[in-house]
Each structure stands twice: as structure tokens, then as C-alpha cells.
């Protein structure tokens, strides 16, 4: 049985949250996963109004971080969603 560790508790680096971010998206398969990257705009990665509550869930689920939809509209790219949501980690 594996050990699962609280990634609040133990840091986690602004990389490792625009790695995981990439592959939630690629996991939704909205986008051809090539154009998922840290420079695209969140309005070409097809992140409607359900995908952003989905990835708002597994951000609460793996981060333990409750993020509102609305946190998304603040923010271009996805690598600026990256950055804030890093900072949110590492002040919770």
C-alpha cells in the first residue's frame, strides 16, 4: 500500500503545480494535448463552465485547497493560473 502525502504540508513548487495542471487538462482531452502549455490562453483550452467546477474539485482533492470557478476569470494563461494557485498552496 502507497503512502499518499499532503502536498501542502510538505511544499510544493510552482513547477510541480503547472506540471499537474497541464496533465488535468490533457486528461479532459478538450484540446489537442500539444496545445496544452503554461503560455496558452485559458480561453483555447476548452475549459467550459463544467470543466472548470471539474478541475476546481481535483484541485480541492489533491491539493486540499477549495478554489471558486471564478478564481479562473482572473488569469490568462495557464501559467498565470499556475503561479497564483502556487502562491494559494504554499499560504494555506
Known amino acids: ?9 510538505t511544499g510544493v513548487a510552482s513547477s510541480d503545480v503547472a506540471e499537474w495542471l497541464i496533465g488535468r ?7 489537442d494535448a500539444a496545445d496544452v502549455t503554461l503560455a496558452a490562453p485559458l480561453t483555447e483550452l476548452g475549459l ?24 479562473f476569470a482572473e488569469y490568462t494563461t495557464l501559467g498565470e493560473v499556475a503561479d497564483a494557485l502556487s502562491a494559494r498552496i504554499a499560504s494555506a
Open 48 to 71: 467550459d463552465s463544467i470543466y472548470v467546477m471539474t478541475l476546481c474539485g481535483d484541485i480541492e482533492d489533491t491539493y486540499g485547497l477549495a478554489i471558486d470557478p471564478t478564481f
Open 25 to 31: 487538462i490533457r486528461f479532459y482531452d478538450q484540446v
Open 1 to 9: 500500500m502507497s503512502q499518499t502525502t499532503n502536498p501542502i504540508a
